[in-house]
């Protein structure tokens, strides 16, 4: 394990082989950030944990996850291996992210959703456009949503409270809360 300056380990924690934790990102000091570790927290082999992340009690990573600077990781949080939390995110108490995940900047995890194996959020509107970086909003997933395998949500998407996507959607439009979508685009069945 390497640990940077201005880490914190709560009580209990699990830190397994070859992981690093509060790497600073290009552009900033080693230490510049506190990087918080909550009690109970299960951190598996080959997880990158940058500076700036405060993470809550009994949460869990998968092997090889990668958590960029920045973010805010609720109580109980399971981060599944291969996947991967850009800058900024919030995720709130009982989130639920499965192997292989993308979620970028300003992405709002709410409470307890589920976001299955290979879903990809995102985050860029204009990919390539001069202001692309200035103007990157990230989905809002609602309390209790379901996200399924392979699905996509599209920039600044708001699935509701106890949605479920279906797998392999690609949402391309706010999903009202409760309702099931599927398809490419998702419409409501």
């Not at 510049?32 to 080959?46: A, C, F, M, N, P």
């Not at 009994?58 to 939390?85: A, F, P, W, Y």
């Not at 992405?107 to 990809?120: D, E, M, R, Y």
Request: overall charge negative; aromatic content about 4%; some cysteine.
């Amino acid at each position: 394990m390497t640990t940077y300056p201005g880490v914190q380990l709560g009580e209990n924690v699990t830190v397994e082989d070859y992981v690093i934790i509060g790497k600073p990102p290009e552009g900033k000091k080693s230490g510049d950030q506190k990087t918080v570790i909550g009690d109970g927290t299960l951190i598996r082999s080959h997880t990158v944990i940058y500076m700036g992340n405060i993470v809550g009690t009994n949460c869990q990573t998968g092997h090889h996850v990668l958590i960029r600077e920045d973010n805010t990781i609720g109580d109980s949080v399971s981060i599944g291996s291969h996947s991967v939390v850009e800058h900024n995110v919030t995720i709130e108490d009982g989130v639920r992210i499965h192997s292989q995940a993308f979620i970028p900047e300003y992405s709002i995890l709410k409470k307890g959703c589920w976001i299955g194996p290979n879903a990809v959020l995102t985050n860029a509107r204009y990919p390539l456009s001069p202001r692309a970086k200035e103007e990157l909003e990230g989905p809002i997933i609602g309390e209790g949503a379901k996200i399924g395998a392979n699905a996509t949500i599209l920039p600044a998407v708001r699935i509701g409270e106890n949605a479920l996507v279906g797998a392999g959607a690609v949402v391309t439009k706010d999903v009202a809360p409760g309702k099931v979508v599927a398809g490419n685009p998702a419409v409501i069945i």
